[in-house]
C-alpha cells in the first residue's frame, strides 16, 4: 500500500516544457510531461484560492470550445480555466450549429478557424477526431474526449487528485470499476499510472473489459472483493448505457449486486478512497451513501478539473509575453 501524506506529492520534473504540441491522449506522454502539468496545476490552484482568480497568462489567446457531445464538467472547467487564465473563448455545441445541415467537422473547424482561433477543446463521439482535426487546422487541439479512446484532462485531474493523498504513484493500487470497454477515462487513466509506476487493476464482468487488456500493463479480476483488496483507490465507471448497442448485463441491479461498492465495502476497507469521473448513476456504481462518504473525493476530482485545463492550456499555448504572465 503507498504511503499517505497530507499534502500534495513532492515529485519534481526535470523538463520546462511539453514535447508535445497537442494533448490529444496521454499514450504517447512521458513521466515527465505528466508530472510538469501536475506541477504547474498545482501553482494554478493556488491561483483559485486567491480573491481574484484571474492571471493575465493568456491575454491575446482565442479558444474555441467545440462540442459535439452533451458534457457539464469538463465544458463548463475548459470555459471557467480560459476565463481565468484571461482567453478569449467562443462555445460551439453541435446543437442549434450548421452541422445539423450536413457540414463536417473538417469545414466546421475549418471555417471557425477563418476567424483566427488559436486553440480548439474538442469533445466528439468519435475515437480520432481531435487527431483528424490536427490534420484540418493550425490551431493547438486538446482532447476534451473522443468516443471511447481518450479523455486526458480526466485522467490527469484523477491523478491531481490522487497525489493530494499519496506521496508518489510508485506502488500506488488503484483499481478501475466497471465499464473499461467503452471507457475513455480507464484508458486514459491506464497510460499515466503505469507509466507513473501504479499497478492498475481492472475488474468489471467479462463483457465490459476487452479481451488481452493485460498487455498494457494491468491486472484483470472479475471479482469486486479481489479488486478491493490492498487497494489504495477505487475508481468507480459510469456505466453507458448510451454507449451499448445490447445488453452486456442481466439487469442494473444484478450490476451493483456484483460490481457496485456499498457501505460495507468502505468499512471492510477504512482507508479505501472512492473516485468517479461522474455522472454518477446512483445506486449502480456506487450505492448512495457511498457518494455522499467523507472518502468519496469526487467533488475534489471536479474541483481540480479547473486547475489541470489551465496547467494544460497554459502548456500548450504560446502566448506574446509568457514570462511576465507565469502564476504566482
Ligand atoms: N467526467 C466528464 O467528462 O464529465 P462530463 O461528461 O460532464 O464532461
Known amino acids: 500500500m503507498a504511503e499517505t501524506i497530507d499534502t500534495a506529492d513532492t515529485a519534481t520534473t526535470s523538463i520546462s516544457a511539453l514535447e508535445h504540441r497537442h494533448l490529444l491522449g496521454l ?5 515527465e510531461e505528466i508530472q510538469l502539468i501536475l506541477q504547474t496545476a498545482r501553482e494554478f490552484r493556488e491561483v483559485l484560492e486567491r480573491p481574484i482568480k484571474r492571471v493575465p497568462t493568456l491575454r491575446g489567446v482565442t479558444v474555441v470550445n467545440l462540442f459535439f457531445e452533451p458534457s457539464t464538467r469538463t465544458r463548463i472547467s475548459f470555459e471557467l480555466a480560459e476565463k481565468r487564465l484571461s482567453a478569449d473563448t467562443v462555445n460551439f455545441s453541435a446543437s442549434g450549429s ?3 445541415k450536413g457540414e463536417t467537422l473538417k469545414d466546421t473547424a475549418q471555417n471557425i478557424e477563418a476567424m483566427k482561433i488559436d486553440m480548439a477543446v474538442i469533445r466528439h463521439k ?4 481531435p487527431h483528424w482535426l490536427t490534420r484540418c487546422v493550425d490551431a493547438v487541439v486538446i482532447n476534451a ?3 471511447a479512446h481518450e479523455h486526458p484532462t480526466q485522467a490527469l485531474l484523477d491523478l491531481l487528485t490522487m497525489s493530494e493523498h499519496f506521496s508518489s504513484f510508485k506502488g500506488l493500487n488503484v483499481s478501475i470499476l466497471g465499464d473499461i470497454t467503452h471507457s475513455r477515462v480507464a484508458r486514459s487513466n491506464i497510460f499515466a499510472l503505469t507509466t507513473l509506476g501504479a499497478n492498475v487493476t481492472l475488474c468489471g464482468p467479462k463483457t465490459l473489459i476487452p ?3 493485460e ?6 479480476t472479475h471479482r469486486l472483493d479481489e479488486a ?3 487497494c489504495d483507490v477505487a475508481m468507480a465507471l459510469r456505466i453507458q448505457l448510451e454507449r451499448q448497442g445490447s445488453s452486456l448485463f442481466p439487469s442494473l441491479r444484478e450490476y451493483h ?5 456499498t457501505l460495507d465495502h468502505m468499512v471492510r476497507h477504512p482507508d479505501l478512497l472512492i473516485m468517479h469521473p461522474g455522472p454518477v448513476n446512483r445506486g449502480v456504481e456506487l450505492a448512495s451513501e457511498v457518494v455522499d462518504h467523507e472518502r468519496a473525493i469526487i467533488l475534489n476530482q471536479v474541483t481540480n478539473g479547473v486547475a489541470i485545463r489551465m496547467a494544460v492550456l497554459y502548456l500548450l499555448a504560446e502566448p506574446p509575453g509568457e514570462e511576465e504572465s507565469r502564476p504566482g
Open 27 to 31: 499514450a504517447t506522454y512521458s513521466a
Open 98 to 100: 450548421s452541422v445539423s
Open 126 to 129: 468519435s475515437p480520432g477526431a
Open 145 to 147: 474526449g473522443d468516443g
Open 211 to 213: 479481451y488481452d487488456i
Open 215 to 220: 498487455h498494457l500493463g494491468v491486472r484483470v
Open 228 to 230: 478491493l483488496e490492498g
Open 257 to 261: 449486486d456484483h460490481f457496485g461498492i
